[in-house]
């Protein structure tokens, strides 16, 4: 499946919307970090995405896993594309130097991760879930712990995954049933079952390390009971080689909907040996490290079905001849006119292009909120961190699946069929509104926690600090009521949810589709402004103005629904939802 990386469009990003370069020199851990070295970097992960990556999509989608006498097989050329991706040294990209990592920026970082999430989503999770366990054992890992697992993790010579979900509990992890016991030697007996555990088991590493959650037996109940346990397939000796594999097993693989090539198990913990990760009971805190990193890296993985779609659905609309246009024969020596001459494949290409290309630009943004938070300490960029996590994880998957089912559209009968491949991107991508969190719960947390919590004053401060960017004058009056928008409608659920608990509920979905909109509006706002006159730039300045007659407004609307109160959900009584 043909696939190209956007490095055009990382570097105009970089460069010409953000500056990043001056940015980065005001941090001493980037401080070598030089504009050819940037650019090597982006140019050598585009190439591993297109080249080696790309062609073993569809492969891995045809072939799956396979589990046989308890051992797990990935997909033909998945091994050698593994050892290619982790011998560059790309699962530390982001990761602590003192440990091998490389220590360049997470905004760097995600664009790459774009790249890889587009060319092989289910490739590169092998690899994502392993930059996640690095995170969570860097900043809650012993001294020991950080020895043992960091630089084996960052090599790729072992993956990560972690170990969550059970099946009766879901997201209400107060549920979970699996058992921790103390052992004379300070280690921990695991026992119990965890569905849905991707990367749990396979055969492109020596070692997995599961990060697992479970229950000291005698713990406080419900989720303050919960402890965090690093459990690996084979446990590692003093003198850093492979013990005896250890007490778990793959019971089977999930039979899924899409993402075929990447191993999800069942995973039955028998008395495995674990090892406490930070502090007893405090376990959510430390899984959170891991799954905050995983929610942000999964809305670049929308972001990049989004982009994957876009491109299929472009090259068949040129390609593809149908009809005449309104207007009269544009190609009047062949039988038929292109697609792109018609109006409503343009609305649907559009859509798709100003989503990815917007949603692009506020991801980097954030990921430019973590390098300073991380390594300026800078408290504010913290908050507009954490803030902007729960959009970039939905509202980039959200539309990453509308972005490929606007392609599947554009091929018509041919994207539904499995020979041209959308179909593929379509069962792919649907998975990332679900997992890591789904996205009706990214919602709550940005409407209850995130923004009725504080009274919005992190939202205004971010907002007043998105003000002080350039915006194309063209688009400066739309963008401003955008965020006035916002801002009246972010007032009254605020002055709503006092009197009704029921609110932020039932009106967060709705609310985060209109900050990412909103944000979306902010980004084409200074893109527009950025843009040369060039082919390049046309592209740029055309699409924002597609997105600020034909998308923005769908915030007019979304203002109207948050307006509704939660009655209109919740007066239906249950026994009536079945009858």
Partial sequence: MDYAARERDADFLMNDVFNIQEKWSQIEAFQELSPDLVKAVIAEGGRLASEVMAPLN?????????????????????????????????????????????GMPKSLAGLIEEMFWAANSSLFLYGSLTVGACLSIDAHGSAEQKQTYLEKLYSGAWTGA??????????????????????????YRITGTKIFITSGEHDLAENIVHLTLARIVDGPKGTKGISLFIVPK?????????????GWASGSLEHKMGINGSATS???????????????????????????YERLSVGLQGLGAGDLAYQHSAKYA???????????????????????????????????????????????????QLDEAKHNGDERAERFGQLLTPVVKAFLTDKGLEAAVLAQQVLGGHGYVKEWGVEQIVRDARIAQIYEGANGIQALDLAGRKVVRDGGKTLKELLDALGGFDVDPSFQQPVEEAFARLLRVTDSMIAR???????????????????????CAWAWGVMAGK?????????????????????????????????????????????LFNA
Wanted: aromatic share 8%; glycine share 12%.
């Fill in 58 to 102: 569809e492969v891995g989608d045809q072939h799956g896993c396979q589990l046989k006498d308890g051992e797990v097989t990935t997909p033909p050329g998945f091994k050698e594309a593994f050892a290619e991706l982790t011998q560059g040294g790309w699962l530390g990209l982001s990761g602590n130097p003192a440990f091998g990592g490389q």
């Fill in 162 to 187: 972690m170990a969550l979900t059970e099946s009766h509990a879901g997201t209400d992890l107060g549920m979970m049933r699996t058992k921790a016991e103390p052992q004379a030697d300070g280690s």
């Fill in 234 to 246: 084979y446990v590692p000796q003093s003198d850093g080689s492979l013990g005896p594999r250890n």
């Fill in 266 to 292: 069942v995973i039955n913990y028998d008395g495995a040996q674990g090892f406490l990760l930070g502090e007893e009971h405090q376990g959510l805190a430390a899984m959170f490290t891991m799954m905050n």
């Fill in 318 to 368: 040129e390609d593809r001849i149908q009809g005449r246009s309104a207007t009269g024969a544009q190609s009047p020596d062949t039988e038929a006119d292109s697609l792109l001459v018609h109006p409503d494949v343009r609305r649907m290409l559009l859509t798709q292009r100003a989503y990815v290309d917007g949603c692009r630009a506020f991801a980097f943004f954030a990921g430019m």
């Fill in 497 to 519: 949810s006092n009197e009704d608990a029921n609110l932020p509920g039932a009106v967060s979905t709705d609310y985060l589709d209109m900050m990412g909109t909103t944000l």
């Fill in 531 to 575: 843009a040369e006159d060039d082919e390049f730039g046309t592209v740029k300045k055309q699409t924002a103005r597609f997105f600020f007659a034909r998308l923005l407004p769908r915030t007019i609307g979304l203002e109207q629904s948050i307006l509704a109160d939660s009655d209109v959900l919740m007066d239906m009584p249950q026994a």
